[in-house]
């Protein structure tokens, strides 16, 4: 098996060619110019932690570099990229930085996995036989779908901005392009709010993150059972995006509105109709807060809050929320988030919301995250009033369900559980109607009840983010369940060198073994599970 038979996400046509191979030698060079140098740096840097060459970066070519070229008339899209590897040299192509950073990623996982191993921090070791060693092939690859993505749940336990920038680290090279991060909740509010300098006798924005920002959940089946406090400033968030931009990565923030909102209401007294602030809560339980309608301070927190945010934001999506909003009464939710939708709008952002929220007139282009429940009400908006569809179902995203019963943390309230790789592979994004042009794209979803840390974290993301990165980028017509098992077994010796945690699912031959996250006094050994078939 050559490493053409191993690429994930499979990409859109790839032909080996009869043709010597492709030999990294030590007196290799990197050709880039302009905006094609930041890509090069980071290739350079991965190879050369790896091999131990120089690897400098120059804008001639010569026989035996490596070669980025930005081309104008490159047809495929602003991501797709053609990758040619021949004995004279590796060239990647692409009318974007974007594009020449995908195929850098495909250039990754072309060499041996022993490429890895110099990889955040970890010892360099050496190819095949000391040699670095790549087949000779053509590959042109293309997205499916624009956005690929994961949510990270930063409020019920917190993560440290260099804990984000390792996921972002790690997701990237599964060519996922979004990271959506779930700011506030019932438990805690995690990024700062200035107070307004032109408004003095404002609402009290900064105990947002001085009450707020002290909050986590404490769940019983957690390793440790409470999670972790903490908050973003702003300048802390600015720092992310910046590290994600340089990934291709998008972050899109969410405030949820109006219910997940107990934080908020513990935070400002004036949010309660009896001016009276709510105690902080740790509880797991969902649903069981809300905003009140008919309250001035409702409206004028939002403004705030959505316009501090919105103007701190790079990309173009501002999340809004609007799920689970159980003890609000449907016409004051209607109402409500009628008025927050407006809000984002007038930011200039594109607003982005949970399906509950397509109860409501929104703007055309607007986002609609589909995790549960009334799918026919997404699609209407779609076909009839331009809406943008984000697949997130539930069993076929939650990356925050448990891989089996006996798994040591993770949730289980979602019909059809455990979830294993499979069933976040064997599902096709574009159905109930939906057509490819509907939807923006995939994201998958961990929510931070029972997770602790980055290692914790990535044991429950993967293998199951690599198969929604596939769902995400790879045509239906490439996709084969048998094919991508195998695929994910020899992945297993990459995670491993990078220092990635990840679950063994039982029905694949992995190439390595990964580090068990828990603690031995919590849990002494692995738990095994029962084989899904694909």
């Not at 996982?109 to 070791?125: M, T």
């Not at 949510?151 to 260099?162: G, I, K, Q």
């Not at 979004?178 to 995690?190: E, F, K, Y």
């Not at 939710?333 to 952002?349: H, L, P």
């Amino acid at each position: 098996m050559n490493t053409t038979d191993t690429l994930i996400p499979r990409p859109s046509h790839v032909a080996l060619l009869d043709a010597p191979a492709f030999t990294l030698a030590s007196t290799a060079r990197i050709s880039a110019i302009d905006s094609t140098v930041p890509v090069a740096e980071q290739l350079a840097s991965l190879l050369r932690g790896a091999t131990g060459f120089a690897l400098p970066i120059v804008e001639d070519t010569r026989p035996g570099d490596i070669s980025l070229e930005l081309a104008e008339a490159f047809d495929g899209g602003p991501e797709a990229y053609v990758l040619t590897v021949a004995e004279s040299g590796v060239g990647v192509t692409a009318s974007t930085p974007a594009g020449l950073f995908y195929g850098v990623q495909t250039l990754r996982q072309l060499f041996p996995a022993a490429i890895e191993s110099g990889s955040r921090g970890h010892s360099a070791g050496s190819g095949a036989d000391g040699a670095w060693v790549i087949p000779a092939v053509e590959i042109a690859d293309a997205p499916r779908f624009a956005y690929r993505g994961l949510m990270l749940d930063v409020a019920r336990s917190f993560f440290t901005v260099d804990q984000v920038k390792e996921q972002i680290d790690v997701m990237t090279q599964f060519k996922l392009n979004a990271l959506h991060l779930h700011l506030t909740d019932d438990q805690s509010w995690r990024i700062e709010i200035h107070e307004p300098a032109e408004n003095p006798s404002a609402l009290p924005y900064a105990n947002l993150t001085g009450v707020g920002g002290q909050g986590a959940v404490e769940v019983s089946t957690a390793i440790p059972v409470r999670g972790h406090e903490g908050f973003y400033t702003q300048q802390d968030f600015l720092d992310i995006q910046a590290y994600a931009a340089g990934k291709n990565v998008l972050v899109v923030p969410e405030i949820d509105l109006p219910g997940h909102v107990n934080a908020a209401l513990a935070a400002i007294p004036q949010l309660n109709p009896d001016g009276k602030a709510k105690p902080m809560s740790t509880t797991a339980e969902v649903g069981w807060s809300t905003l009140t309608e008919n309250l001035s301070a409702t409206y004028e927190f939002a403004r705030e809050v959505l316009g501090q945010l919105a103007a701190i934001t790079v990309g173009p999506y501002l999340h809004i929320g609007g799920d689970e909003a159980k003890v609000t009464e449907h016409d004051h939710y209607v109402s409500m988030v009628q008025q927050f939708v407006r809000i984002g709008a007038e930011t200039g952002k594109t607003v982005v919301g949970w399906n509950e929220f397509a109860a409501v007139e929104l703007p055309e282009g607007a986002v609609i995250q589909y995790w549960h429940g009334d799918f026919e009400a997404v699609a209407r908006q779609a076909e009839h009033h331009g809406a943008k569809v984000l697949m997130s179902p539930a069993d076929k995203t939650y990356l925050d369900q448990k891989y089996a019963p006996d798994s040591p943390i993770g949730l289980e309230w979602v019909e059809g559980g455990p979830f294993d790789w499979a069933d976040y592979y064997n599902w096709d994004p574009a159905q109930g109607g939906l057509k490819d042009h509907h939807i923006l794209g995939v994201e998958g979803a961990l929510w931070s009840e029972t997770v602790r840390d980055n290692q914790q974290a990535q044991w429950l993301l993967y293998p199951r983010a690599v198969s929604l990165a596939e769902v995400a980028w790879s045509g239906q017509e490439v996709r084969n369940p048998g094919d991508f098992r195998r695929r994910l077994g020899a992945l297993g010796e990459r995670l491993a060198k990078q220092g990635v945690t990840f679950q063994e699912a039982p029905d694949v031959e992995w190439s390595a073994v990964s580090q068990w996250p828990f603690p031995a006094a919590e849990t002494s050994s692995p738990p095994k599970y029962g084989t899904i078939e694909a």
